[in-house]
């Protein structure tokens, strides 16, 4: 086949598509430690959650039962268990989440039937990048909140 000039065929060339590539490239390199940052956050936040939630399921079977229930709190493992009417059961923090302190006396808080909290305090846990969330609980009505 002949080719004249001035007409080009469609297509890319191989040097462009190249170039398209490195583009491609520095882009994604820019992004992928953003995403995990991102990432990192979107667990500390779903773990506060679920302790608070915990939380709330262990004041509220108190007040249902007329009974104490207790949350346990193991900083050396990353870990927590709720004693409640289903028994003991233990929860794991995500990888890459920790307790950054816990104001509980002897790392516990229970619940009365009143729906008081004995005693109250904060759980602080935190992510790798530095990054803190508080898990509150009041004493008088035994509010628990995230912060």
Do not use: W
């Amino acid at each position: 086949m002949y080719k004249c000039f001035g007409i080009r065929e469609k297509g890319f060339t191989l040097i462009e598509l190249i170039v398209g590539m490195a583009v491609l490239s520095v882009l994604a390199t820019l992004t992928v430690p953003r995403l995990n940052t991102v990432l990192d956050d979107m667990r500390l936040k779903a773990d506060a959650r679920e302790l608070a939630q915990i939380l709330r399921n262990a004041r509220m079977e108190s007040i249902c039962s007329g009974e104490v229930k207790t949350v346990y709190f193991y900083p050396a493992a990353n870990q927590y268990k709720a004693v409640t009417d289903f028994g003991e059961k233990f929860y794991k923090l995500r990888e890459g989440i920790s307790y950054d302190n816990i104001t509980f006396t002897t790392n516990k808080c229970s619940f009365h039937p009143s729906g008081a909290a004995s005693p109250a305090g904060t759980v602080k846990l935190q992510n790798k990048h530095g990054d803190k969330i508080a898990i509150i609980v009041s004493v008088t009505v035994g509010r628990v909140r995230v912060e």
